[in-house]
């Protein structure tokens, strides 16, 4: 079965640069979520999107931005990074109305800031 | 507003013996409870979920929880521990419902298996 895809899988960035995270969801997922682990921290929610329009906000930094496409895929903007931003960032989906919302997670990108 | 317990952030236990993971949520409503495995770098793997039925659900590798609305708790049981069991573990809540709804996660219980 198709997982949630999210690219890059590693990316390493410089202070005071950008980056950009994608995350495609499994086909017919009309919902996208975006969490970000730090070190040895618990997944915090950052914001999700429900049929491209932003559905929940969490904490996420105003450096941060998020889209969805009409394809469904989502892309997380950050500006201006931090070495605080290093962190795991999961890109979830699910399809509205199933049990339980379930939440599909992809494997997540990894992001180093030096 | 929802908040998960995880009152062990790591526990340590011998193959071939029994767990419990201890869960305690806090929502207003029934809430949607689940159970996520981690292993370090790696993504996060659903192991159960509960939302209504049977308070007593199966989930993969062995697994099973115990929802007791009571004691808004969601423990976490294998009564024979693989040293592969080694891992993060992640109880989360969940509005559920028709519309999407951000989980939200305690902080973890780090199990750690002696062979």
């Known amino acids: 079965a198709a997982g949630v895809i999210q690219s890059p899988r590693h990316l390493i960035k410089e202070k005071r640069e950008t980056a950009t995270l994608k995350c495609y969801p499994i086909p017919r997922h009309d919902t996208v979520y975006w969490y970000q682990q730090g070190p040895g921290q618990d997944p915090q929610f950052l914001i999700s999107?429900?049929?491209?329009?932003?559905?929940d906000k969490g904490s996420i930094p105003d450096r941060f931005s998020a889209q969805q496409f009409s394809d469904y895929h989502s892309e997380l903007n950050m500006s201006s990074l931090e070495l605080g931003d290093s962190a795991l960032y999961f890109c979830?989906?699910?399809?509205?109305?199933?049990?339980?919302?379930?939440?599909?997670f992809g494997p997540g990108t990894r992001l180093t800031v030096l | 507003a929802q908040s998960v317990t995880q009152p062990d952030i790591h526990i340590t236990v011998s193959e071939g013996a029994s767990l419990e993971l201890r869960c305690n949520y806090s929502?207003?409503?029934?809430?949607?409870l689940f159970w996520y495995v981690q292993s370090p770098g790696q993504g996060l793997q659903l192991l159960l979920k509960y939302f209504s039925g049977d308070t007593l659900v199966q989930g993969i590798k062995g697994f099973e929880a115990e929802f007791k609305r009571s004691q808004s708790s969601f423990n976490l049981r294998k009564p024979s521990v693989h040293w592969s069991d080694a891992a993060e573990y992640f109880c989360a809540v969940g509005a559920g419902g028709g519309t999407a709804s951000k989980l939200t996660f305690g902080t973890g219980t780090r199990l750690q298996v002696t062979l």
């Open positions: 999107f429900y049929e491209k329009m932003q559905s």
């Open positions: 979830a989906s699910s399809l509205t109305g199933t049990p339980y919302n379930e939440q599909f």
């Open positions: 929502y207003g409503a029934t809430p949607y």
